[in-house]
């Protein structure tokens, strides 16, 4: 697998201060809701992924739900039965349904990187939040959930987000649609390719990116699901709207929002910001209460979501919301004499101790202009020039960048003067 090939997650250190912005503000706004951390592996069985084809995956059979995870192979080519983590919800269900009694009901969320093949058959990793309610099948927990998406992308300074919404129904209603989609592809076979009509005969959801500008590509505009929603499940979306709305959720119904993965029934969403003209899908989830029956054989009520960070990330540099925080109080240690590095490392260890942060010199520079900036490009405050003759009267240099202004200092007060400098310099 070439580099040039793969799409690789990387956060540089100039950059990784608004990455801990977004991990702490998702770690404070979760933590309020009562969900837990949980980690998971990045390498997963794939023979848990195959349990998972669920009854859209039964009644459309070409749709393969995990056709896009890289698998691992053995030094001999071989494929084994483990894959890249292609995302977590399987195996957050896979790992709590052994120790889920009737009536628990489990917050959970988990972070990280995950993998799969883009639209070019390529590899790439991308990093994703996740975030799982398992337990209840009450519209009170598909509008926490919702409600949750709203507010971590409020919190990180994405106030603009809104929501899309439909609803898949239950497996009755989406039988009934899928068999008129069907019958509808059948009667207008002539308005598809060759190409698109086998493709969407097996999956009437699939978008085959047709090149043939005679072709109708997709079903899409065709027939809503809404259309065939039974009365409990046109009930329940009726509740999740109301509630959106006297949240004042800003959100819009899209019959024809379809999601990567084919396990999700009743509600599913997306969160979508506008950006430069165009709309941006940060993430977004759903229900997915018969992914259990397929799995374990039976159900187990479970609603959840995920954000793209890597987006989130990408959004927020664009915007400028956020600013680096300013660089904290350390000293510089450099000499100006030679075989001065024990003396260099028991100073920084002296200084360690008490909390601050030093910088050591790596170069053999022992012009003193030059390294003041040096010191001041590292935005370093303070600077401690080693002399041998000096740390033979038992004294070292000092240099304030900030003042410019320098003296002698007893190596027995060397912590005391640097504390004393940093308190000055907070109390500005």
């Excluded at 949240?247 to 999601?259: G, T």
Aim: glycine share 4%; aromatic share 8%.
């Amino acid at each position: 697998m070439s580099s040039e090939s793969t799409k690789c997650h990387k956060i540089m250190p100039e950059e990784v201060w608004l990455w801990k912005i977004i991990e702490e503000q998702i770690e404070q706004e979760l933590a309020l809701h009562d969900y837990q951390e949980i980690h998971l592996s990045v390498l997963q069985d794939y023979t848990h992924f195959k349990q998972s084809r669920d009854s859209w995956a039964e009644l459309c059979p070409g749709s393969n739900i995990f056709h896009n995870s890289l698998r691992v192979c053995r030094p001999d080519q071989a494929q084994s039965s483990l894959s890249l983590r292609p995302e977590g919800t399987i195996s957050v269900l896979h790992s709590t349904a052994a120790t889920l009694h009737n009536g628990d009901i489990k917050r959970y969320y988990y972070q990280g990187p995950m993998f799969r093949l883009d639209q070019d058959s390529q590899p790439m990793e991308f990093y994703q939040l996740g975030v799982e309610l398992i337990g209840s099948a009450s519209v009170l927990a598909d509008s926490e959930i919702i409600s949750l998406g709203f507010r971590l992308c409020k919190s990180l300074g994405l106030g603009d987000v809104s929501l899309r919404l439909n609803n898949y129904g239950c497996p009755q209603c989406r039988h009934r649609y899928l068999t008129v989609l069907k019958d509808h592809l059948q009667a207008h076979k002539q308005d598809y390719c060759h190409i698109c009509l086998t493709a969407l005969n097996n999956n009437p959801f699939a978008q085959t990116n047709c090149l043939d500008p005679d072709c109708r590509k997709s079903l899409m505009g065709s027939l809503k699901l809404t259309d065939y929603l039974c009365d409990e499940c046109k009930d329940n979306y009726a509740r999740i709207k109301k509630i959106q709305a006297n949240l004042a959720h800003s959100y819009e119904c899209d019959p024809y929002l379809l999601k990567d993965y084919s396990y999700y029934g009743q509600t599913v969403f997306d969160f979508v910001l506008k950006n430069n003209g165009s709309s941006i899908v940060l993430g977004g989830g759903g229900r997915y209460d018969e992914l259990s029956l397929q799995m374990f054989g039976k159900v187990i009520p479970a609603v959840g979501f995920s954000l793209n960070i890597d987006t989130i990330f990408e959004v927020l540099l664009e915007r400028e919301i956020h600013n680096p925080s300013k660089s904290d109080f350390s000293v510089y240690l450099c000499t100006q004499s030679e075989n001065m590095e024990m003396m260099m490392l028991q100073i920084a260890n002296e200084l360690h101790s008490s909390g601050v942060k030093t910088v050591l010199a790596m170069d053999e520079e022992q012009d003193l202009d030059r390294q003041i900036l040096k010191a001041s490009a590292k935005d370093c405050s303070l600077l401690f020039s080693l002399r041998e003759d000096n740390i033979r009267d038992g004294k070292v240099l000092l240099y304030n960048l900030a003042k410019e202004h320098q003296e002698y200092v007893a190596l027995t007060q060397l912590t005391d003067a640097v504390l004393l400098a940093r308190k000055a310099l907070i109390n500005q």
